[in-house]
């Protein structure tokens, strides 16, 4: 018998995660880090830790795992896989190694499923030059797959989410809408799933560097609080507002916007979109 992973899961993707709003009370109550070396931490709801090493060499430390997203299982690996490696790449860090993140029910799914998440996760660790060096696993009857990953930067390359100057053009290198697609998937609606599983097991290695290039001065990785809370985060870190074109931001399905600048970061009141 086959099952299809996404009816075993309450949510899709990183739409299971936690409210941001529920998280950041919790995690103010925690004592902040007093080590001089670590260069950012939980408190700046960034996409990935990091502690500095040597003054050339900086570790950057993620963990990101979640419930299916499709049905097919070496697809679930890979989204998962790209998923985890791009808060690595959010910091314009280089992933390293990464440890397997498994929750899984072996009877009822069997061997043969768990064997293809992993290839997929695999696949795409070994296409980033990362090597999956373990794992952990758990007997649950909701699936979940991810990895914690480790990468390296250098502490003057570190680009954060809280680094942002005013006038700054805002650039998304990916349409938006996998997690509407899966949605649908679900609900047995028609959508553009293969374009939606291309765009989430691309790696964001090139737009990464590309922006380095580019002298980006901050970065940030959209994911489960979506582009505008993802947004939200990097105008509030950075003390300004940010202004948005709807109809520039591209959309998986819909014909390509031509150009990739959304819009912009603006004097305002810290954390303030306005969607125009």
Known sequence: MVVALTSLS???????????ASIGPLLAGLSANDDPNVLVSFETSDDAGVYRLTDDLALVQTVDFFTPIVDDPF????????NALSDVYAMAASPVSALNLVAFSLEQLGAEVLVEILRG??????????????????????PKYGLAVTGVVHPDRLLTNR??????????????????????????LEAPLDEAVAVMTKLNREASEAAVQAGAS?????????????????AEG?????????????????PQISGPVIGRLVEGPPGQIAVI
């Open 10 to 20: 309450h949510g899709a993707g990183c739409g299971c995660k936690l409210p941001a």
């Open 218 to 234: 901050a970065l940030t990785d959209v994911t489960g609080f979506g582009l505008l809370g993802h947004l939200h985060e990097m």
């Open 238 to 254: 950075s003390g300004l507002s940010a202004e948005v074109t709807a109809g520039a931001v591209p959309a998986i399905g819909a």
């Open 121 to 142: 996760g695999a696949t795409v660790a070994a296409e980033a030059g990362c090597a999956i060096v373990g794992g952990h696993s758990i007997d649950d009857a909701e």
């Open 163 to 188: 680094s942002g100057r005013a006038g700054d053009e805002l650039v998304l290198t990916k349409p938006l809408g996998a997690g509407a697609v899966s949605t649908a998937i679900k609900r047995g």
């Open 75 to 82: 697809d679930f690996g890979r989204i998962a896989a790209a």
